[in-house]
């Protein structure tokens, strides 16, 4: 493979579709950066736009946004399922084919020192960017959410931001950029309308609570559709797999009689997922990711 | 999308593994041609070499392709499960991207002509290139195998060839080469050594007989597995589908107590069949191509 492409699958506080359409067509005329995906849920209020690029196209496209964000997005304002802390809530830097960890390490760096400076808005370094061990996890960053963030980020010591004053912008909130790895983020709606009995799975399917090492769970109301969700994130779907985490969920679900009523892919998926979904339901286990027409398209020089 | 690619899965009544490689190894050598896959299977003894390239490319290939064949194999002294009248029994080139139908039909007639002056062997010219609509099926063609063309050549209509003299080639046998759709071929083992099981599911389940319209399907014992086959051939995966296929062939077992051991997927398969088997396993009823990260990196020019 002779590509190298970075990834950033950016997470917004909003879900306004005027909003979102402004910041993909922007985004789109950014030379060296493509929109690949983006997809919103009313109950979460949140957008997930996926870009590929180099780094010098991303950090644009990431200024853009910032721009638009700064005059259409109040996070003061601000209601979701989801947690967030920011209009702009989180821009990861993910690389691909023969692009390096290294390289989206310093994109990250670079675009948070960038984006506190230009926008005056705390930046917290996550994941592979972090510059100290307490910002490696999105979820502590995140803990509590804006309202929380209101309140700690003056005393609580970890709270302190990687660039920018201590102090949350009134209506951007605060930002998480950071470098990541290929994640997917995978949810099973259930059809009942108690949100317990989502978040009760999500505790047990989570890794830190004994479940799927690699997965990270929240339990959440999908009011609009009249049922409740498990949304994930497999951190790594190669050792934490899609089915272990459907088929967990479909299975912690009779504990309550419920059933599963679907399930969703927000944004990318590699195709080395799919290739092990499809070797596992139809009992394929040597099924190959070179046996894609795509793949080897995508591969091969003739 | 701006490639414009023929894809060539040629089928060989060989299972030995050093002529095999010695094709493979010809094949890739030649400018404009990529071998992208190739697997043998010693109960059908055959063996499936799927090539990408241009049409320049692809006519050279099947050129050194009938060298090695001429030198190795002998269809007289062949003995397999799966119906086959040559050494290189059949060669289909199969449009993608931008290349279109009109281009396979022509490759497919340049290279029949070739080949039968070269190699004195009879050529038949199928699907979407076929001459007469007697031969637009390839099963039809190629009934009762090498051992029924040797005794109907001379006194059959329908089986003059469409280059070549009627006269049997005594090692290469016969071939046929035509331009069609993509195809999948997927086949399914049943936990039986009961080849009659597999032979009665696939009469059922095939589409002339009231089955899945677009799928072709034939009952093969494995015996070096102990198990039977319902090989199949999707001709169009977008109307019969492979989960269709494979739910129907585990439910007809049950009639006979017998369940699926595996499947498999010979050769190469698209990314658009792959996401509407997890979309169905899954329940994510709207799943695209486009969320699949390398259909992205092929599509896009960033």
Known sequence: MELAIIQSAINLSTSDEKIVQEIVHRMSQVPGCAVADYSSDIDHNRTVITLLGGAEGLARAVDELFQVALEKIDISRHHGEHPRMGAVDVVPFTPWGRETMEECIALARKVGEQVAKVYSLPVY??????????????????????????????????????????????????????????????????KTDKVMVAKQIAARIKGENGGLSYIKAIGVNLKSRGMVQVAMNLLDFTKSTVVQAYELVRIEARRYGVEVHGAEIIGLVPLECLVDIVGFYLSIPDLKVSQVLEYQLLEKNI
Chains 1, 2 share one sequence.
Request: proline letters at 5%.
């Open 125 to 190: 370094l996550y994941g592979e960017a972090a510059l100290i061990p307490e910002h490696r996890d999105l979820s502590h960053i995140r803990r509590g959410g804006y309202e929380q963030l209101l309140q700690d980020i003056h005393r609580v010591s970890d709270r302190q931001p990687d660039f920018g004053l201590a102090r949350v912008h009134p209506s951007l909130g605060a930002v998480a950029i950071g470098a990541r790895k290929q994640l997917v983020a995978f949810n099973v709606n259930l």
